[in-house]
């Protein structure tokens, strides 16, 4: 018997796949570039499985599957990626498949798309979030590329991943060409403000409120009860009542480093080309490399000092609200953020990307799972052109009653000397986007002063470019590199 669907690259995730895949009936030929690790995979993990097959070779593996053929890529992004397609691609024909389901650029699956269209070959490039769990028990799957692509995967693809409340799989085809790995890195981007928030939070609760650990988990565990209700929510609870061997707290045992794998600073780099306030999001890259320095930092601590101490602080019912409304608030911008940078790619690239089914897509498996992804998705089922969460009438009112939790907490982080550049952020996005008249006004009257840049008049029609000459020595000539 043929293989329905093949899959390469078997460390954690790859090998979860497998079995899940199997689980829902599906007959599977692996292949993994060291044999040994197929072999410990079928006597271990896929003991007993008769359709789960291994094969030593990538013309073997290609040879185990029914036409036309499917084959998935679980491999590190990169060149191992091209040079997989390059050595597998010989062995297919025309109308076969390759899943691309790491965390590649999407740029790189563009460019892959583009060139094996020209030789047959459907090339799909797909998010797969969940980690180990979600891989193994139901992800969310964000896959896009060749349209004619989808029939022939969606049936494995719905089967295998996560399912909302109403019994809907949390699997959406995106769009072409690169635009699954797209989402899946604002997905991420996300992520990364999700966990930052998080992170200040509680480093809020431990050093401003001196909340100890297993207070911290009763805090977080209480919240994930209400519209804070999330996957990362949970796991800070749990991870927060976690004891070492010696019964102290796990969480502060481990180094302050963390460590990424790009896809946040890539969200970072898409933003900044297309002209989109990712503020939130690039703040929690931006951490996460400043806790790099720890050696730096230690230094630094023992020279640059902060606020003097004051009164301690209780973490009073109404000063625990404060931080819940105001990490909800927060969350809510950076769901924002990314949906807007989503929007304006999309808009560029012709996608047409259906952000209530993304919505709906991350609702389960995936690591940014929270409840209030219903109302995102009920905001676009309401508005599919809404041009940001923030002025849609449920998340406005959310808002409206969060922000001024928002101001105080990032007023304690200040006078307390607690960094909370994600919180920050948050509100500085919130007071600029609601705000009529920002002072760029200025910023242009400058760049027109020293650059001769020109500027737009308000009692003027806009495209419509004035230039003063302000040293009464410039004379009319103008930059003509204009870009509002």
């Not at 911008?333 to 790619?345: I, K, N, P």
């Not at 029609?461 to 000539?477: C, I, L, Y």
Request: aromatic letters at 8%; glycine letters at 10%; proline letters at 4%.
């Amino acid at each position: 018997m043929k293989a329905d669907i093949g899959l390469i690259g078997l460390a954690v995730m790859g090998q979860n796949l497998v079995l899940n895949m199997n689980d829902h009936g599906f007959a599977v030929a692996v292949y993994n570039r060291s044999p040994d690790v197929t072999d410990s995979f079928l006597a271990t993990a896929a003991a007993g499985r008769r359709t789960i097959t291994g094969t030593k070779s990538l013309e073997a593996l290609v040879a185990s599957l029914a036409r036309p053929r499917k084959i998935m890529l679980l491999i590190k992004a990169g060149a191992a990626v091209d040079d997989t397609i390059s050595k597998l691609s010989p062995y297919l024909e025309a109308g076969d498949c390759i899943i691309d389901g790491g965390n590649s650029n999407f740029e790189d699956t563009v460019r892959r798309s583009r060139e094996l269209s020209t030789r047959g070959l459907l090339f799909v490039g797909s998010g797969v979030s969940g980690g180990e769990e979600g891989a193994r028990h139901g992800p969310s799957m964000m896959p896009g590329g060749d349209a004619a692509a989808w029939p022939l995967i969606r049936p494995i693809f719905e089967a295998i991943t996560a399912k909302t409340a109403s019994g809907e799989p949390c699997c959406a085809w995106m769009g072409p060409e690169g635009s699954g790995h797209f989402v899946k890195m604002v997905h991420n981007g996300i992520e990364y403000g999700d966990m930052e928030l998080i992170a200040e939070t509680y480093q809020l609760l431990r050093d401003a409120y001196s909340q100890e650990a297993g207070e911290m988990a009763r805090t977080f565990s209480a919240w994930n009860r209400t519209e804070l209700d999330s996957y990362l929510v949970e796991i800070t609870a749990a991870i927060l009542a976690a004891k070492d061997a010696d019964g102290s707290p796990l969480v502060e045992k481990i180094l302050d480093a963390a460590g990424q794998k790009g896809t946040g600073k890539w969200a970072s780099q898409s933003a900044l080309d297309a002209g989109i306030p990712l503020t939130l999001i690039s703040e929690a890259v931006f951490a996460r490399a400043l806790s790099a320095l720890v050696d730096e930092r230690a230094a630094a601590s023992a020279i640059l000092k902060g606020p003097a101490s004051t009164v301690p602080r209780q973490a009073t019912p109404a000063a625990l609200e404060d931080l819940r409304k105001a990490l909800l608030a927060a969350k809510v911008v950076s769901y924002a953020q990314g949906f807007m940078l989503m929007r304006e790619v999309g808009s560029e690239r012709g996608w047409r990307l259906d952000h209530g089914a993304i919505a709906r897509t991350w609702r389960g498996g995936c690591i940014i799972r929270s409840a209030f992804l219903d109302r995102i998705k009920e905001a676009f089922d309401r508005d599919a052109d809404l041009a940001c969460l923030l002025v849609d009438p449920y998340f406005a009112g959310l808002l409206a009653d969060c922000q001024l939790s928002l101001r105080r907490v990032i007023a304690l982080a200040a006078e307390s000397g607690t960094p909370a550049p994600a919180l920050s952020a948050a509100l500085a996005f919130y007071d600029g986007y609601r705000c009529a008249r920002l002072p760029a006004n200025l910023l242009q009257a400058q760049r027109d002063y020293f650059g001769a840049h020109t500027y737009e008049r308000v009692d003027r029609p806009r495209g419509e470019f004035h230039h003063t000459d302000w040293t009464g020595s410039g004379g009319s000539a103008t930059s003509k590199a204009y870009n509002a």
